[in-house]
């Protein structure tokens, strides 16, 4: 519990609506690792990102204390709220700053966040091989927030609203009471029913626990707020249309938003000081080639040129970052992956001294889902991730595709899931082929394993799979060591690292990981370590070292398309199917009209 400090009571009585957020997902420093980090790792390990990131408490705020900046999530609440309160009614501050806000008038304190209990995907699993899963150094934080707001001495005339892609938790784990959460809010804020919700609250009626929010339809029906986001995210695109059946993000519709409203909203980032946009998206391939007469995995690659190209021109932007997109749009058109790449290599503070090929060793790190490398398990649970390709190709498609990533400095984040419901050794051993042939051919993607997690409302939801790191098997141990030991392999370079690295996973196996990872945990730590090479552990029988996998080149995949689809190619990218000469149908150009809304052209290849 926070003890409850004494403070005046606001001059004005308060803002009749206080939004705020975590600290750890609000702040605006050392970019999305450090938040990603303290979404994985658990509190007792705070010392390490202190030690890094001396200065990550340092906030920035306005005159009045209002918070500079504040998620995207938060910001657009405070946007779909000005369409009905004053903007004197409302207010987006940090946890420190809430007595300043919060009186005797304040009717509603709004919450966004993203992972408030640490319980998705790639947050738990990293904290329980640590030791605890229940506390993530975020989930303490947003705890700490929750415990303020509980503690407020108005706490009894106002309600406590929670939203944002991690409410779904509060909902599932019944925390309600123990957060002092009145509602969770499952949607959007633009949505008319969360305009009623809070209606309600300011009229101090009663509020649902939980209500579901519909999603706008289209693009007219999506807001944009004018004031700064945390990390410069700007929405980008919503849905994807992939269907996979363990994704939140794909139930919502598939809109790629207007190119006019995404600059309004990167320049009221630059306005308000920010330095770095990003654009938030499932799939940054879709942009531009949403709802055409093209289908949506045959990216537009004149649109998306040129919306990347005004971004990072624009003036005050000095970084610009990628979130989330699919690899198949790499094999489809590598000649956009290029021009992307010279667009904005220059803009990106990533950098992989060991690996990029830049002048300045600039890379590229979108997040990719990989998820399985075994063909029985992805025709299960994602039977179009691979589109236009068969799903039968998945490791060639995520081979060629990291191989073209790799070519023009994409070094990306890769997630797995391990412990499918169903998963059995040879689906594991598929994968392990997978990341074997990864390292075989000198391919590098960041890999980040994580434990089958049911999110609600995905076809998945019910489904059961692995729920502890205990339950793993010696081969899932494997798998999620070897990807962590790949991982690795750029930061060992320095004569000393690789003993250091020996001694230290060792040293932490004995002291706490054997016990709290059982048994089957500890031949794949031996193989982390390096301490015994995976030669002599595969002849002792320990690990399994991975088949040669034999893999299509991008010719042969591009041979796999349905003619109907060789009209949506692009001659420059070359491998043309057998029989088919260019040009074989005009490509796209993308012009933007006056109002900046998206007009299409032909244009011969
Ligand atoms: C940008 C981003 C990040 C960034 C920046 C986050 C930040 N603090 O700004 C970084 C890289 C740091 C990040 C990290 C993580 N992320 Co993230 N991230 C995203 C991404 C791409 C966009 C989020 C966003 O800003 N969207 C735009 C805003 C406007 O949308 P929104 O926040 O959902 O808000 C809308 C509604 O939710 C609602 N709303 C929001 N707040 C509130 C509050 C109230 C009161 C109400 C009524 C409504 C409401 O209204 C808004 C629209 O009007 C999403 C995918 C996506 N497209 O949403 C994933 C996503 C949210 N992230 C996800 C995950 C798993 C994570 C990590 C746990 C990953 C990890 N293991 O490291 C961490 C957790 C970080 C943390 N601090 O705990 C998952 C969440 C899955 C889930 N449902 O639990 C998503 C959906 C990605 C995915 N494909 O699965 N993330
Ligand atoms: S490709 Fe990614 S965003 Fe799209 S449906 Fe699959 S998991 Fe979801």
Redesign the pocket.
């Known amino acids: 519990m926070v003890s409850q400090v004494a403070h005046p009571e606001p001059k004005d009585g308060g803002k009749l609506i206080v939004?705020t957020?975590?600290l750890?997902?609000?702040i605006d420093h050392a970019g999305?690792f450090i938040?990603?980090?303290?979404?994985?790792l658990p509190i007792w390990m705070e010392g390490v990102i202190n030690k890094k990131y001396p200065k990550w408490r340092d906030l920035e705020k306005n005159e009045d204390s209002s918070a500079r900046y504040m998620?995207?999530?938060?910001?657009?609440?405070e946007t779909?709220l000005l369409r009905e309160y004053k903007p004197d009614d409302i207010v987006a501050c940090f946890r420190e700053d809430l007595h300043k806000f919060v009186g005797p008038r304040t009717r509603v304190v709004?919450?966004?966040?993203?992972?408030p209990l640490?319980v998705?995907?790639?947050?738990g699993v990293y904290t329980s091989i640590f030791g605890s899963s229940r506390m993530?150094i975020?989930s303490h934080y947003s705890r700490e927030l929750f415990d303020s707001i509980k503690a407020s001495p108005y706490r009894n005339t106002f309600k406590v609203?929670?939203?944002?892609?991690?409410?779904?938790?509060i909902t599932q784990t019944d925390t309600f009471t123990e957060l002092g959460v009145d509602c969770v809010?499952e949607?959007?804020?633009?949505s008319v029913d969360?305009l009623e919700?809070f209606r309600k609250a300011v009229r101090q009626e009663e509020l649902p626990r939980r209500i579901d929010?519909k999603h706008p339809l289209d693009r007219e029906g999506?807001?944009f707020p004018d004031s700064r986001?945390?990390?410069g995210?700007v929405?980008m695109t919503?849905g994807c249309g992939r269907r996979c059946k363990f994704?939140?993000?794909d139930l919502n519709p598939q809109i790629d938003l207007p190119k006019d409203k995404i600059m309004g909203a990167v320049r009221a980032n630059v306005r308000d000081g920010n330095k770095q946009i990003?654009l938030?998206?499932?799939d940054m391939f879709i942009w531009g080639q949403v709802h055409t007469d093209t289908p949506f995995y045959f990216p537009n690659r004149e649109a998306l040129v040129d919306l990347y190209s005004d971004i990072v021109n624009t003036p005050g932007v000095e970084q610009h970052v990628l979130?989330?997109s699919t690899i198949a749009p790499a094999v489809v058109d590598p000649t956009l992956i290029k021009q992307l790449s010279e667009l904005l290599l220059p803009k990106s503070p990533i950098h992989f001294p060991y690996l990029s090929s830049h002048p300045e060793k600039k890379a590229l790190a979108p997040?990719i889902g990989l998820e399985t490398g075994s063909v029985r398990m992805a025709k299960q649970i994602m039977p179009s991730k691979g589109v236009p390709f068969q799903i039968d190709d998945w490791p060639s498609i995520v081979l060629e595709g990291l191989r073209v990533l790799n070519e023009n400095n994409w070094f990306p984040a890769m997630t797995l899931i391990v412990g499918n419901p169903g998963e059995t050794d040879e689906d594991v051993m598929d994968t392990l082929d997978l990341i074997y042939e990864m390292e075989r051919r000198g391919l590098f993607a960041f890999l980040?394993p994580?434990i089958f997690t049911p999110?609600h409302d995905t076809r998945m939801a019910k489904a059961i799979g692995v729920t502890q790191t205990k339950q793993l098997t010696p081969l899932q141990w494997q798998l999620m060591m070897k990807c962590w030991k790949m991982n690795l392999r750029p930061g060992l370079y320095s004569w000393w690292g690789p003993t250091a690295w020996r001694v230290g996973s060792i040293g932490m196996w004995l002291y706490k990981l054997r016990r709290l990872n059982g048994p089957n945990f500890t031949w794949p730590l031996w193989m982390f370590s390096g301490a015994i090479s995976e030669k002599n552990l595969n002849r002792m029988g320990k690990i399994y070292m991975g088949k040669p996998l034999k893999i299509k080149t991008r010719k042969e995949l591009i041979a796999t398309l349905r003619p109907h689809d060789w009209q949506f190619l692009r001659a420059d990218n070359g491998d043309l199917p057998e029989g088919c000469t260019p040009p074989i149908k005009p490509g796209k150009i993308f012009l933007p009209n006056v109002q900046g809304a998206i007009g299409t052209a032909r244009l011969s290849l």
Do not use: K
């Open positions: 939004l957020a975590p750890t997902e609000a999305y938040q990603m980090a303290m979404a994985s998620p995207a999530g938060v910001r657009l609440v779909s709004a919450v966004s966040t993203h992972n640490g998705t995907f790639a947050a993530p975020n609203i929670v939203g944002g892609s991690g409410g779904w938790q809010v949607g959007r804020s633009e969360t919700l929010v999506i807001l986001t945390t990390f995210v929405e919503t994704c939140v993000p990003s938030a998206t499932e979130s989330h997040l980040i994580s999110l």
